[in-house]
């Protein structure tokens, strides 16, 4: 199980458009807030990996 600090998720932002990213406890992924992006960033051991090349693109889009 991962867990993200509050006060660590709050200096996060996605490194692809720099807008706030929110945890998905369930899916232990970072979620980009931006409709527009909607990548979600792998969390592993606590650690998220907020990289794109790492990311899950949104659901429904190609
Ligand atoms: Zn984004």
């Known amino acids: 199980m991962s867990d993200i600090d509050p006060d660590v ?4 932002v996605c490194p692809r458009c ?26 592993r051991q606590g650690i998220p990996i907020l990289v794109e090349d790492q990311a899950r693109p ?5």
């Open 58 to 62: 949104p659901e429904g889009q190609t």
């Open 9 to 12: 998720l709050e200096l996060l």
């Open 18 to 43: 720099h807008r706030p990213l929110v945890w998905a406890y369930e899916a232990s992924e970072l979620l980009c807030t931006n409709p527009e992006c909607g990548l979600a960033y792998p969390v």
